[in-house]
């Protein structure tokens, strides 16, 4: 049993409180999945049942946690890992050593365990998380999925009662991310381990959960209760759920299969496909024939041809590995086909340089730490104005369209992921680029965070630019773009009008398309145009 | 396959004539031994690829050495031809001693390498790092988080490198390095605060025993007085090498006060050690041949030095002398490929364990 009396906590050179007057009791063997916007004190939360707020953090903390009748806050981290196991957001990061094997055994060395009891438990932990053929291997030679399987592995090898996990799926795509969490699910069912998650893909874990806490932030109270409760309750939920609180369903359906019977309630009219919007007498933008490249022997992209015209806003999607980043790659020039041609707005980027290129195209890449540098947002934008030789302007319009307009003076590091996420965007956009690549740009974003991103990006198709994005995100996907493009193993599988390839597909379409096999509707906003 | 001290071992031995001697017969039977090794315990490591970079930068280096030291060293009597004398530097004639010269410098470098190549295949560093003395445990842990560090930060550094471009740097000066440096930086410093925070949450660290006062004072004492023993005794060994006993007064002591050091701070590490690396007896084969392959390097170095000298420019030879007891024993280098072919290798844990086949 899990149980937060009072809990109040402040991080050090903080004025305003994360945690303020928390009780809440979490029964044993719980599944709980805890939501809210970042910033809201999920990770400070999750935090206090190990001990590490506050004694890895410092600040100041009153109120009283007990973990299995033990208190975190006397025993400290070290006191607690035997029976609380914590995992990390970013799998690379919480990695010790270099093989597998002995990463399981970190812990248990920790705890000074003779050497047939730790044989004993690492082989049990290879078996239940069917981590078995990975034992020799090199972790950083792992997918993100196995990584993050390993990470909890070792941590279970101490055979804690709890199981903690901050975002572990914030980081990985959306297969790896399932990987991960059924073997949470399988972890919970088989051997009645307590797991406390927070995770932001509701859609996927939402139905399995058996509380769900909702963090709101800024003061607010907590919200704890069943799944179908909380969901009832908080502003940001997955299309699925929104949908059925606007049209009154009850109970709220969490799942496709719950949704059914209410969907056949709502008419459906003959119309299936809606014609090719494509307008041919646009200029071409983007152009690439016959595009091959390769990796150290390994083929990137096999004889890929396209012809984006302007204006238009299409989704690359497709498996990791199946060319997506390399493609956006070669149409801002930072790669030169190995055979074949790209041409960005009339420049072949096997000669033009990339300084020319990036005077039309502007790449926003996927990990916007790799970007920002500078002490404030305001110095990342005239930083990116001096390298195009263009002069300061008035940034407020920019900032203002993402909301960023406060944040103009801060330190961009210090922000939150998906703050982070549009002052790359705004660091790359404040030159002005006809054409506007992105390349994964909802990871580790909230749903929150995600509706500000999708108004922004729905803005500029209205604007008339062009947007190339690759993304795994189905749901942006439905509400931004036009033309869905899908690799595999290099080659151009599908590529069509979104809502022709979404209802073609089973993987590849929204929630609400899945719900209605109806090429009519992709967004909740579809559906309630309609009716 | 092998234990890692075993092969650590053999790389001495390998490496020892690597450096002693230039003379091409003996280093072509050892990189000769050296690759036949590798091709036995190839298929018992995943880490086998890096072998062919290894080799890769071991003829790149064969490649310009040689045509360097031909064109710039005109010593030798057997002219192949001469270039005009006007031409700098590399104007004068071209002889066979300074192509040898050049072929049998590059070859030990080369040996050197496929040496390091083998070990580094056969031998993984973080199994050597267990190894490390139990109170030094944290140094060892420190390289091995060094060792993961690095390839995280060179990716971090190339996508570092691609953002900056495409946001319109360029390098002018030494300011525009603050776009590539400080998100590195930072980058570094934020996965460092998290490998501390993952490490504490699974119990690292406050594994120490405290010492009794009487104890703690002990082992500072034994310390510094070894320390300076140690100095003290290299120093008279170098300066005053005819007064040996001196010498051997004051290392002899110190060595034993760092031991009691050694032998008190591990006792005081409560932390086990997860190794399954045991010792066989193909790993006492292993090792004493390798330790008498060095021990008679050493003798030979000694006693009959000018076996081991070669020099191709007059007054000397340009062809390589070859002594056939030599040259056989460091055929003994093939130890380990042989060894392996007797036994064929262990069936790996995880196959028995996961069941398949």
């Not at chain 1, 041609?341 to 790449?363: L, W």
């Not at chain 1, 990990?367 to 002069?391: G, K, Q, S």
Request: net charge neutral; hydrophobic share 45%.
């Amino acid at each position: 049993m899990i149980e937060y009396k009072n809990v109040h906590y402040r991080y050090p050179g903080n004025e305003a409180p994360v945690l303020r007057d928390l009780s809440l009791t979490i029964p044993e063997g719980d599944f709980v999945l805890v939501i809210g916007p970042s910033g809201a004190g999920k990770s400070t939360f999750l935090r206090c049942l190990n001990g590490l707020v506050p004694h890895f953090y410092g600040g100041t903390f009153s109120g009283q946690v007990r973990v299995l009748g033990r208190d975190p806050l006397h025993e400290g981290p070290r006191g607690m890992a035997p029976h609380v196991g914590f995992v990390f957001q970013n799998p690379e990061d919480q990695f010790v050593v270099e093989t597998v094997e002995d990463e399981l055994a970190f812990a248990l060395e920790n705890y000074n365990l003779p050497q047939a009891t730790m044989r004993k438990r690492i082989e049990e932990v290879l078996d239940q998380l069917n981590i078995a053929h990975l034992r020799q291997r090199r972790i950083s030679t792992l997918s993100g999925g196995e990584q993050q399987r390993v990470a909890i592995a070792a941590v279970l090898t101490l055979q804690p009662q709890v199981l903690v996990l901050d975002e572990p799926t914030s980081q990985l795509d959306p297969q790896a991310a399932e990987e991960v969490l059924d073997t949470l699910l399988k972890l919970n069912h088989d051997l009645g381990l307590s797991i406390i998650l927070s995770e932001h893909r509701l859609e996927r874990v939402v139905q399995y959960a058996d509380h769900v806490l909702y963090l709101p932030g800024d003061g607010q109270p907590p919200l704890f209760g069943s799944p179908a409760e909380v969901m009832a309750r908080v502003p940001f939920t997955p299309p699925l759920v929104t949908l059925g609180k606007a049209l009154g369903w009850e109970p709220l359906p969490l799942t496709i299969k719950e949704a059914r019977r209410f969907a056949k309630r709502v008419p459906s009219s003959g119309v299936r496909v809606q014609p090719d919007t494509r307008n041919p007498k646009l200029e071409t933008s983007i152009e690439v024939q016959d595009l091959w490249f390769s990796y150290n022997g390994h083929d990137a992209l096999r004889g890929v041809n396209l012809t984006i015209r302007a204006g238009e806003f299409v989704a690359v999607m497709g498996r990791n590995g199946s060319g997506k980043t390399t493609l956006l790659k070669h149409i801002v020039g930072l790669l030169k086909p190995r055979q074949g041609r790209v041409a960005v707005i009339g420049h072949d980027t096997r000669h033009a340089s990339v300084t020319e290129i990036i005077t039309h195209v502007g790449y926003v890449p996927q990990n916007p730490n790799a970007l920002l540098f500078a002490d404030t947002i305001r110095e990342e934008l005239d930083f990116t104005r001096r390298n195009h030789h263009l002069p300061p302007t008035d940034y407020t319009p920019l900032l203002h369209l993402l909301g960023l307009e406060r944040h103009a003076e801060r330190y961009p590091r210090d922000l939150s992921v998906g703050e982070k996420q549009r002052a790359a965007l705004a660091s790359i956009l404040v030159a002005d680029p006809q054409v506007i690549l992105l390349d994964e740009p909802t990871r580790g974003l909230d749903y929150q965070q995600k509706e500000a991103l999708t108004a922004f990006l729905q803005k500029q198709k209205r604007a008339g630019r062009t947007v190339v994005m690759a993304t795994h995100d189905v749901e942006l996907v439905a509400s931004c773009a036009d033309r869905v493009i899908i690799l595999g193993e290099g080659q151009v599988v599908v590529d069509g009008p979104v809502r022709q390839v979404m209802t073609d597909s089973q993987v590849f379409a929204s929630q609400v398309n899945k719900l209605f096999r109806d090429a009519r509707f992709l967004t909740v906003e579809d559906v309630l145009r309609q009716l | 396959m092998f234990h890692p001290i075993a092969w650590s071992l053999w790389v001495v031995a390998a490496a020892m004539p690597a450096m002693l001697t230039q003379n091409p017969l003996y280093l072509s039977i050892i990189c000769l031994a050296a690759g036949i090794v590798y091709a036995t315990v190839r298929h018992t490591t995943p880490l086998a690829a890096s072998w062919n970079s290894f080799l890769k930068l071991g003829l790149t280096l064969l490649a310009f050495t040689v045509p360097i030291n031909a064109l710039s060293v005109h010593a030798g009597r057997l002219v192949l031809f001469s270039l005009p004398p006007s031409w700098p530097l590399i104007g004068g004639p071209i002889t066979v001693e300074a192509i040898i010269f050049g072929v049998s410098k590059a070859l030990s470098l080369f040996t050197l390498l496929l040496i390091f190549a083998v070990f580094n295949c056969a031998v993984d560093q973080s199994r050597l790092l267990r190894w490390t003395p139990a109170f030094l445990f944290e140094a060892g842990l420190i390289t091995s988080i060094a060792l993961t560090f690095v390839p995280q930060m060179l990716r971090n550094a190339q996508e570092i490198r691609e953002a900056q471009i495409i946001r319109g740097h360029r390098f002018r000066g030494l300011r525009d390095l603050l776009p590539l440096f400080v998100p590195l930086l930072t980058g570094g410093l934020e996965r460092a605060v998290q490998l501390a925070e993952s490490m504490e949450a699974r119990g690292f660290g406050g594994s120490l025993e405290s010492l009794s006062h009487g104890r703690e004072i002990a082992v500072k004492v034994a310390t510094a007085a070894g320390l300076l023993g140690l100095l003290g005794g290299f120093f008279s060994a170098t300066y005053f090498p005819d007064r040996r006993a001196l010498s051997w007064l004051l290392l002899l002591p110190s060595i034993g006060a760092l031991l009691f050091v050694f032998r008190v701070q591990s006792k005081r590490v409560h932390r086990s050690r997860y190794h399954h690396d045991t010792w066989q007896r193909r790993d006492t084969v292993l090792a004493a041949v390798s330790a008498g392959l060095a021990l008679t390097l050493l003798l030979v170095r000694a006693g009959a030095r000018s076996l081991l000298t070669y020099y191709p420019y007059p007054p000397f030879s340009p062809w390589p002398s070859f002594n056939l007891w030599l040259g056989s024993a460091f055929t003994l280098l093939l130890v380990p490929a042989l060894l392996s072919s007797f036994h064929p290798p262990r069936q790996p844990l995880n196959s028995l364990v996961a069941g398949e086949p």
